[in-house]
């Protein structure tokens, strides 16, 4: 939920709770105007009631009373408080029962004590609550809408500037030279925000620029020294005057610069996919691939008499060729590496997934390590970082490489986004 929908949706419920609040308040204290005025007219129906019995020493009629319904009973009370309350009201002309206000109070006539009670109809002042609280409903329905309307055009346009602010923050890529421009704005944070992000954002370009540089220009700088050294290895290891202690020596040597060199291209391969600096994208078929690599990798597979089966089905993505194939030789190799003499292969390409199966290593390999970078299986001699290139490369197409391990196979299974 958006921001100006958060304060609209608190907005509203406050503004509600506030109206109906002070409405109900509002209508409380008209009720107890009009009841209050009720009972003043009572007092003065109840005064003249006993004014006329002390001037004349006897009780009035009732028909002296117009809009009053006045009844007298004895009583050998001596002491009675005069007391308010609600009664009903028989309306004779309109034939119904109304809502009303009665008063009560003692006096004496002729020697004798009578309770006087007076009620008076509540029709007229209950009328008159109804229409004052329906016109107060109405402004406020009328009021809270005015509110709502003007909080959605007034925050849209206050915001404004952030989201522009925000909208560059998302598009914001730290390999492209664009960079995020401060907003025009007269609000004071917004300003101030616009202007952290902008300098934040070409301080960022500038390291990531430097970084890349460095390591590029320190990788290509390591790979002129590392030819030389295994060429130069290469010629000494040819030479037929060397001792076997010594052979073995500079072929050990030879491995480790051979091994430098190739984990120098992995990190040099991660830090461009990490930073998406391989953007150049085709449309691929995955099974015309996999055919190539089987047929790439054939002699490995004749060598340690590995039984391969195919099993593909078409499938076209759009990607980078190179990565592609980066991430199909290092399926292949790690099946053929990690394999036993005579072992198996099954390769299967269905719907959305590709899926390798070997034979190997009896043992399941750990699931929440083995795509950390420089992770190392118990027989691997490698850099530690094919995995890891694997599963940077299906990050980068917003596909998932995982593992499994079932009735001594091991799997690695990638589903290809629909569409990648």
Known sequence: MKLASHYNKASVIISVSVLLISGLVYYLIINHIARQQLDDNLSEEIAEVINYVNLNHRLPKPVEFDEDQTSFAKTKLTHYNTRFFDAPYAN???KKVEAGRAVSALINADGENYVVTIIES???AEYLIQIISAITLVLTAVLLGILIITNRYVLNGLWRPFYRILD???WFNVADTNKVAAVETNVDEFKDLGDAVAKMSARVTTEYQGLKAFTENASHEMMTPLAVITSKLDMLIQDETLKPDQFAQITDIYSAASRL?????????LVKID??????????NIKKIVLEKAQQFQEMIVNKNIQLDLQLADLEINASRYLIDVLINNLFSNAIRHNKNSGTIKIQLSGNRLQFQNTGDPNPLQKDAIFERFYKGRTSDGTGLGLAIMKNICALYHCEIKYAFSKGMHCFYIDFAKPV
């Open 92 to 94: 004779t002309k309109e």
């Open 122 to 124: 509540r029709e007229d």
């Open 168 to 170: 560059q923050v998302k």
């Open 261 to 269: 060199s190739r984990l120098n291209q992995s990190l040099l391969l």
């Open 275 to 284: 930073n998406n600096l391989l953007q150049d994208t085709e449309k691929l």
